[in-house]
Structure formats: structure tokens, C-alpha cells
């Protein structure tokens, strides 16, 4: 297997580029199970853990190369929560925002986040860069808009963010668990709510009928968290299989996002 250890940006872009089908290697977490597991064979990989470029977090730009390590102690206060909930302390040294998205698992724990915040995926190749929205890069399970000799360089967030975070994951056990259903909410003072769902449809969604009665609600009553909670279960479009049945996915969908949203109406 042919190993290449770019320095920085420029050699990493121009290694992807002469080799377009090598396989990117980030923190390894993803890509090694499937090695170990023998599902993938790569001939050639770039690991770009020495691409410091890849590690910037400044601006409302997060780097592809940033751990879960480094969210969970960052100023975001549902991506540090998120990242608290990802695997052991060892796969949150070394897995990455990059890894995650690149994975494209519809249970992959930053999705929500990133979906409920509406970012931008940014590629580079040795062309340049395109910025994609979260939902123009998600494009089904384990499916990327990423193209040969591209990478994630790493997500642009908005200039605003609403103060009111909360993330939640329902899993077979409280740690090393990947997600039956996970679920992040923003809300902003003027009671503009965001929600996001994963492990419930081929990728991260938006549930808007439920997003848009919350968001109509300044303080909401128990009938309309009951009637939030019933839209959610409508609007998901989960499928069984080992983790959980579509119905019971449809069931904790609605009350983990009603959960979640009530944790952002308390002052
Ligand atoms: C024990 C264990 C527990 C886990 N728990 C969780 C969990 O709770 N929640 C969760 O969401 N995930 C979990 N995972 C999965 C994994 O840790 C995450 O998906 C992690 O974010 C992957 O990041 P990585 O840097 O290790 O990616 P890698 O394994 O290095 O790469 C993953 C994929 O992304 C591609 N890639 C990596 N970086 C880039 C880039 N910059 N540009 C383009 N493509 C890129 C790779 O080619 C590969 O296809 C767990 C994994 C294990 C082994």
C-alpha cells in the first residue's frame, strides 16, 4: 500500500490531485474498521493528520482536521455536547468533523448539529474551492458530493448563531454507542427554532412543519409540544434495522426532539 504524508495544504491538494483515487486518512476511526473488517482494500492513502491547515478553527470555520477532543471544550455549546457523546477518549483524540462528514453515516453525531445551523461544506482541489450546503453534500446514506481529487477543507458557519443549543442521542447504552436517533435544536430569543434529525432518514433532516410551529410559538404550551412532538414522528422517515424498527425510531424521534427543545425553553 502506498502511504503519502503531505506537510501542509499545497502538497496535500496536489498528492489528491495526481492520485485522485486514494483514500483520505483523517483520524482513522472509520477507515480502519473497514480495513480491519476487510470491506476496503485502498492501494494508495494520503493521511493528512499533519496538515495544519486542515486543524484551523477560527471565524466560524471549523477545519476538517478538528477532533472531537478540541469541540468538546470549543465555545459551541451543542457540538461540545455532541462531541462528549462520541465513542471513548481515544476515538475523540484522533476522529475528526472531517471524518464524520466524509463517513456521510446518517447517524453521524455532528450531522445534526451542522444541519440544524445550516453550514457549508467547503472542498478544495488543486482547482480551487466550492462551498456546498450541508444538504447539497449529505446526498444519501454514506453518499458525499465529494468528487475525485477533492477534500473537506471544513465547514463555514453562519455569522449567527442562536444562543440556545441542545443536543440529545438515544443509543443501546449511555457510551460507545453510535446513535438510534439523535437530534439537535437551536432557538433564538424571538423563539426561531431550528431542528434536526439523525439516524431517521437516508441522511440528517430537517423536520420544517414541526420547526415552523415551535418556531410560531413564543412560549409553548404542553398542547403544542404534544402537537411538536406528533409532527416530528410524521415527518421522519426512519427504516428498521439492527439498532431499532422504523416504529420505534418514528416514536423516539418525537419525544427526543420535544425533550431537547424543552431543554432550550428554560431560561
Ligand atoms: C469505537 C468507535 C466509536 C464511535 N462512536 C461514534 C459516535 O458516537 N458518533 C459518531 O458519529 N461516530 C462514531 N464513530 C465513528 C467515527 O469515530 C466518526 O465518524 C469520526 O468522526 C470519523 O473521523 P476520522 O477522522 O477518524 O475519519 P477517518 O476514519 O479517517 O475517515 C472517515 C472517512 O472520511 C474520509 N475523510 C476523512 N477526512 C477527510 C477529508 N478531510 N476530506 C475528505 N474525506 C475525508 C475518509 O477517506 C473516510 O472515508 C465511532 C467509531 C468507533 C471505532
Known amino acids: 500500500m502506498l502511504i503519502e504524508r503531505p506537510q501542509d495544504l499545497p502538497e496535500a491538494l496536489e498528492g489528491i490531485g495526481g492520485s485522485p483515487h486514494a483514500v483520505l486518512l483523517a483520524g482513522g476511526t472509520d477507515l480502519m474498521v473497514e480495513v480491519n473488517l476487510a470491506h476496503r482494500r485502498p492501494e494508495a492513502v494520503i493521511a493528512l493528520r499533519r ?3 486542515l486543524q484551523t478553527w477560527e471565524d466560524g470555520f471549523i477545519g476538517a482536521g478538528v477532533t472531537y477532543a478540541r469541540m468538546e471544550t470549543g465555545p459551541l ?8 457523546t462520541v465513542g471513548s477518549p481515544q476515538i475523540r483524540a484522533v476522529g475528526t468533523i472531517g471524518g464524520n ?3 456521510a453515516s446518517p447517524a453521524g453525531d455532528t450531522l445534526p ?13 488543486r482547482d480551487g474551492q466550492r462551498r ?4 447539497e453534500f ?5 453518499q458525499t458530493a465529494l468528487t475525485p481529487g477533492e477534500v473537506i477543507l471544513g465547514v463555514q458557519l453562519p455569522d449567527h448563531i442562536p444562543a440556545r443549543q441542545a443536543f440529545a442521542k438515544i443509543g443501546t447504552r449511555q457510551a460507545m454507542v453510535i446513535a438510534t436517533v439523535n437530534c439537535c435544536v437551536l432557538r433564538d430569543d424571538d423563539g426561531t427554532t431550528r431542528v434536526a434529525m439523525g439516524a431517521v432518514a437516508p441522511t440528517v433532516m430537517r423536520p420544517r412543519e414541526a420547526e415552523r410551529l415551535a418556531s410560531s410559538e413564543p412560549r409553548p404550551s404542553q398542547a403544542a409540544l404534544d402537537e411538536f412532538q406528533r409532527l416530528v414522528s410524521a415527518e421522519v422517515a426512519p427504516i428498521s434495522d439492527h439498532r431499532a424498527t422504523e ?5 423516539a424521534a418525537g419525544v427526543l426532539a420535544r425533550r431537547t427543545l424543552e431543554r432550550c425553553l428554560t431560561p
Do not use: C, N
Open 51 to 53: 496538515v495544519d491547515d
Open 113 to 125: 448539529f451542522l444541519a440544524a445551523i445550516d453550514a457549508e461544506v467547503v472542498l478544495g482541489s
Open 77 to 84: 455549546p451543542a457540538l461540545a455536547e455532541l462531541a462528549r
Open 138 to 142: 449529505l446526498v444519501g446514506p454514506k
Open 247 to 251: 416504529q420505534y425510531r418514528r416514536h
Open 101 to 103: 462528514l466524509g463517513t
Open 132 to 135: 456546498l450546503p450541508w444538504h
